[in-house]
């Protein structure tokens, strides 16, 4: 259990993956202009990814593995990712038309997010059991979400702010986002506090 | 557009990172030494040129244009991430040191919107030998700016300038004149941050600069009319 709990909170903070891993930077900076939509992206990221990390982990070790064929690692799982999306979406768009309303726009996005086949990979190149991967894959979507949220709140306010010409946009963003990465690495702290 | 022109507007008028914000993650996530970014660069130059040139020479014939084009998407996906896998393999038998800090970011090459974007912009309507030129110049110019930003935080950060295994440039004697120390934030995740936003903020400075110039000698054309 403190084996889930240790990867939970690394995960969710210390390894956060936009502030530290730098995965899914294009979506950070690109869709969190607003606040609905960051949610959107956020709850869309967690959906798909646990679904993807999932289905690349057994093909993984159920079929690249038995058949030695491991190489073919990159290939397959970007394949699979992409068809996975593809299929998510034309479910969700039967299955559940308001659940499509909301998410549909950011799940094309999605397939050229880095942070899903980032994820797909460090599941492997940990070497996770089941378990420890959907402990893992859950709490970096949550980490993402949660990220996401506090800097598309900080947008909405650098709209009206002051800001010199050339930091408009990007620059002032990316600085912001510094400021943030340093106050999740230094949660590290705490868990040197705890312990 | 001449061979020049096609090479040069990768590096300068459509440099994909500091003016079309491409390929944020792994400029971000690599930059920590001049010797990783120079690794990442090479490793993008291989995929992106090889790649222009397949997804040019399949579509550039038109029977096979015409059976591609519906699921081209696809197609793109699978030629690059095997031109990947083949990088992959090949740093992991000659550069091991480099393929263990690049770590991640070598499979990461298949998602860098910079290699299927210019599959779709460029190779898929232009001929073999231009669509090479293409993928050199926009992987030149990924690589000038990722050196770049790995120049300002390596320096920043240590004092010291990792080009290549055991040839480094110490330059803390710079610091040791301004009588300060690096600043080690640099070498982590938020000095990444702030040196990019910081190099962005001068790129457009700069662009914008260079306008106000160019309407000002516009205007006094006019004036002499």
């Known amino acids: 259990m403190s084996d889930f709990i240790a990867i939970a909170f690394s995960a969710f903070i210390l390894q956060n993956i936009i502030l530290t891993q730098f995965l899914g930077i294009c979506p950070f900076i690109g869709v969190s202009t607003k606040r609905s939509s960051a949610l959107g992206m956020g709850f869309a990221v967690i959906f798909v990814m646990l679904i993807s990390s999932s289905v690349t982990w057994l093909l993984y070790h159920h079929v690249l593995v038995r058949f030695e064929i491991t190489y073919l690692r990159t290939i397959v799982f970007i394949l699979v990712i992409a068809a996975l999306v593809q299929m998510v979406e034309t479910f969700l768009k039967k299955v559940s038309p308001s659940l499509y309303k909301a998410l549909g726009i950011y799940l094309p996005l999605i397939t050229t997010n880095c942070a899903i086949l980032g994820v797909a990979v460090l599941n492997i190149s940990n070497e996770y059991n089941f378990g420890q991967m959907l402990v893992y894959t859950t709490f970096i979507g949550l980490g993402f979400l949660f990220v996401i949220y506090i800097f598309s709140m900080m947008r909405e306010k650098l709209d009206r702010a002051p800001v010199p010409k050339a930091f408009k946009g990007a620059p002032i963003a990316l600085i912001v986002a510094a400021i943030l990465a340093i106050i999740f690495t230094r949660f590290g702290g705490l868990i040197e506090w705890i312990s | ?225």
């Not at chain 2, 222009?52 to 699921?71: C, G, Q």
């Not at chain 2, 996906?77 to 263990?100: C, D, G, N, Q, R």
């Not at chain 2, 030149?140 to 040839?167: C, M, N, Q």
């Not at chain 2, 936003?197 to 004036?223: D, M, N, S, T």
């Open chain 2, 1 to 225: 557009m001449t061979k020049k022109e096609n090479f040069l507007k990768g590096i300068f008028k459509e440099n994909p990172l500091f003016v079309a914000l491409l390929g944020m993650c792994p400029s971000l996530a690599v930059t920590t030494s001049v010797e990783n970014a120079l690794g990442m660069t090479i490793a993008v130059i291989f995929v992106l040129v090889l790649s222009n040139f397949i997804i040019s020479l399949i579509m550039s014939n038109e029977k096979l244009a015409k059976l591609v084009r519906p699921v081209r998407i696809p197609v793109y996906i699978v030629v690059i991430a095997t031109l990947v896998t083949v990088v992959e393999m090949l740093m992991h038998a000659y550069l091991i040191s480099l393929y263990k800090s690049l770590g991640i970011f070598i499979p990461l090459i298949v998602v860098n919107c910079i290699i299927l974007g210019r599959a779709e912009a460029f190779a898929a309507d232009n001929k073999p030998v231009d669509s090479i030129i293409d993928g050199l110049g926009m992987a030149v110019g990924f690589g000038v700016a990722i050196v770049i930003v790995s120049v300002f935080r390596e320096f920043l950060g240590t004092g010291l300038l990792t080009i290549w295994g055991d040839l480094q440039i110490n330059l803390n004697f710079i610091f040791d004149f301004l009588r300060i120390s690096p600043v080690g934030m640099f070498t982590q995740p938020a000095g990444a941050f702030i040196s990019l936003g910081f190099i962005l903020a001068i790129i457009a400075a700069v662009a914008a600069k260079r306008q106000e110039k160019q309407e000002k000698q516009a205007k006094e054309v006019k004036a002499n009319v």
